[in-house]
């Protein structure tokens, strides 16, 4: 089998982490086939070749485009701001490549539309295009087991999910305005960066989500331009809402950008009719489970480590309880991506999932300006 | 000093719980003003003189009203069914009596009020009336503390709360049928119950509520009655909601019988611009503080045991991290209540404070069935 | 029934602490036996006058030996400084009042075989004697939890047990020379203090300890005298040693005064063939168990809580998780000395027990100054 | 600057490691200097080719002293059963190699001394010898901030270290003998095993062990050997001992391979003069720290998360929180290694380091059968 050559642009946080997960695939998971970084692009010519070369790419290039027309390169992996995402997107899917894109999708469901609606104008069943988002927490050998939990009626039926995901990074009022503090940019605020990682965790969890009623906040309204000059913040520090999923569930949404303290807090809660749960991503190799059956005095939440039952767990280690990195986190998702490619299989959030978690933001923020409840179908 | 003069009325799980207070308060406090168990009342003879005699009273009456002429006793305090504490409160103040009622206050927001008239038509400056709900997580130590930082200022401004008090105690559904499911008994469920603790605590600390939007859930909507037929549970088993603090913070709080795996799960963080705090009522003796001036790789969460620079603490033992139970926390409540009588000190929630957690219960009713933000003070 | 008239010597941090439980223990337990607050003995007429108000007591004096003639006293209890426990207790016995002594019994074995001594010279069969040592933390109802859970076989056989009693309250060097640093006032240091709380509970949960070789360490050599000079202290800060217990059972004990950070630090840990389990009495409420039983990815050590299921605990309390405290552990102390008097019932530590908890420490300092192994019963 | 190349012996689960190390490590550190995984020598041609297909490396072999000759291999990593280390490190070292042996280093202290005398008898200073041990937890960047802090005197003198090593993967009596409960394939049980992982982090932590008294122990005396017959057990499943560091510190050392409920329990807790910590494998991306210098009410053991403060964090991810894993542990080891070879940095575990290991481990066992205190010094 040939290789599935790599196309990756953007070399930063996430470009890095897309890097090491290529180059970590084979040794772990040892398949037939094999993943090849052929060209990084960058913003320009130096930047690109020094990456290319830290991060194990054969070529590099200052031109992304170029990429499109490369028969060596399979797939285009977006890992840019969110602000070039949808036309990277869509000129990839034009292309006929694989596209793999880093969350969230794009700005907003408008942008999300148009992206879909380049795919669905090229799809050709013959030659199926994989399309992926890099939502990396849900490939969490722990959450998967978690998800088998909940499809198997471990759980019962689901009666409520409370999740947020909350760090500090903007804490700082000091924190100078950048990017993710304009609209043009970056959209949201908080909502589309962490947001939509909780979003997404609920929904691949508990299914989606029917309607809701949110509320949003900037609680740092000005932060030092580059000059040292205050500049307005656009978009929201933290977001709350209720929720009702389709199945009828209740739940609870958060999300934050300034919660001191918190440094990778994805965490969740679910409470169903035979068993509840509770993760965090702070400890990532664990969940606690508590299961109604037991008896007085020996019931309670089991602090249960991550071990080869889980998914995906054995190729990195036979040994329970080795708990496994963020990092090993993209190393599963892009042999999801890989089985995709060459097996067929599901990835586990495709443009229309991303999509969707565009729309739950959208619905959000407008329920937050008119303070009501809004059906999330009707954006 | 003369001995404050205590009848009590109910001697269930909660008179229980204040029988134990009175009866140790003395020698915890040690201090010269004494509480006199006089009269026990329930609901027949033979239950009255049991336990008037197990719980160290010193009479036991089937007539409750008896109490109310009796000039050896000071305070009625009132630890009955919620059905039964409009009456019996506004009985107590008319008889010039001081009131210590078991919270919930009242079935709803309408006997509140009908309480509130009594004590305002009969107040007599000249003769303070003293009167306090029984909400003794609030008396808590460590949520003394908490309340001190926050007036010291240690969290900065407070810009998020969330809440919850859920338990599983009507988890099971063949859980019967009970007093705390009929809306004449009880009004709401999980919301007059345990959703009055959350709403009590958010209040103590951040201050009143200006506006919510809830949501209530019917979880099990039939529990088999005394014959074992199945009959209609008449209100919420769970409920959550998003809130506006009159402040401007933003808040969500939750509540619920059925929640798999919670015994005493009154539950909070906080987050603040200069720390964030957690507690767990679970772990009662301990608050986690992450303070956001510490230094790079050496700031987390610092979980603080107990110790005596927390008020009352040193009441029961000079050790730190020795830690208090739940019966402790009314043992402090009951010295609040005679501190106010003898020395005029507030009480952590008098029947003012009642009514508006009332309030809040019932805007949150509301708002669940007309699916919108309501302002707390339209009620 | 005639109330069980109790006469205590010592009022202070302990004597306070036995003071709450005789008030407490009637609303708690309601049985119909009765503890009387007769008199309280202090080391001059105004302490003792102030204290017995404070406490609850009927009557006060500065001659501890005008108890061992008052008809109306049943009950000797003995809260005072460790060197003077051999003499009280003796006279106690002697006199034939049931006793019932703060740990340590003594300050040595010696002390304690002269106390065996005058109980064996004094024993009616017709008039029996109840003497119980005051280790309270064995009375926590998780732990009477744990105890049957060894006894019906859960845990398999024990394989390992391992514990520590640590505090931090000598941490700091400038904390003066008290009683406690001098070997005629206090025997050993922190062996004594709180090694003798983990060796009570080592014996309680896994049996007899048949040999140790141990280790001692001063780690602040001179403190303060009142003077502000410096003052040699005499015995250990710290102290561990390895056991094996008289099943064959291997296990380690540590303690210490200088541990920083902790404040009540009684922990251990037992592994089982079948099952292992966690207490630390900093989160005295709970317990972690893991059962070897679980299936691979639904195996894991369960938070579990206190409930009714655990002994003396619906006592306090119908609702599980409703935690107790550190005085609460008196009371159900108070109570198995009630009912070891009134019906007969076994005590947890009995003088007997006591002495052989003596055995242990001195057979720890001895290995410690010989440097190996000893069996604990050739002292 | 050439590649380092690398030939690999062994191919099962440390094998694997350190495949995914090499392979990963170019683009997680991202240096000048690259590993070139150049061939894998296991037991059979077939074994060879699959794994070395599967791992990434170039060339396969049956015969590792083929590795010796090849002038493209610079590093003989050596991830063999234990009982093959001595003759393949000795090997290695006489054909000039760069050394990199997991751990232990031998099955003795004796086989250690031969390895060592091979390695004095060869080495020349103008082409300097790299040797290493396979000890990764010592890599962790949340190790190195302990490490840091104990060097920067931010915990005082340090007075007490208490570790263990405990898993459970032998708890089950039906799990069959293999070589590891053979005296002649691994020399001791658990304490090669884990034991030495433990004596490790004790002496990189706070230096050598001088003395101590050990304890060992068999609790399942026969297994099944490959006819399902019981076969006996040669070596030890748990053993514990007290220790003296040469710096005066009291110690206490745990290691068992059938401990109930541990995964990968390799723990810790020193306590200092002026801070104490907690360590825990299980969640190798926090430390529990406690500052004797906070105030009363403020003080407490903060879990602190690994951020870009700690070393090598900040390669893998720039996002305090985003935990590593246990292979990414090796990405470190291997970094540790290549920098050794390329400008002559420190390696943390050499073969003289490794040589004392064995000497503690033997001491352990020698002192065990003796029962007495014995000077690591004197094997």
Known sequence: MRDIG???IGSGYIGK????AYNAHGSVFGGKAKLACRTLAEIDETRAEEAANALGFENSTSDWRSLLADDAIDVIAIATPN???KDMTIAAIEAGKHVYVEKPLALDTAEANQIIAALEARTDPEQPLVHMLGYNYLCNPIISTIKAMIDAGELGEI???RGRHNEDY???PDVPFNWRCSKASAGTGT???MGSHIISMAMHLVGPIASLCGDTDIVVPKRPDETGAPRAVENEDQAQAIVRFASGTMGALETSRVALG???GLAFEIVGTKASLEFDQERMNEVRLYEGSGAPGRSGFKTILV????PDFAAFCPAPGHGLGYNDLKIIEVDRLLKAITEGARVPVDLYAGREIERVIDTWVLSAQERRWIDVGRL
């Not at 982490?17 to 090491?20: C, L, P």
């Not at 071990?307 to 889980?310: R, V």
């Open 6 to 8: 790599i196309g990756l």
């Open 17 to 20: 982490t897309h890097a090491i």
């Open 83 to 85: 602000a070039l995402h």
């Open 159 to 161: 009666i409520h999910f």
């Open 170 to 172: 903007m804490a700082n």
């Open 191 to 193: 909502l589309g960066d």
């Open 262 to 264: 918190k440094k990778q």
């Open 307 to 310: 071990d080869t039952s889980c």
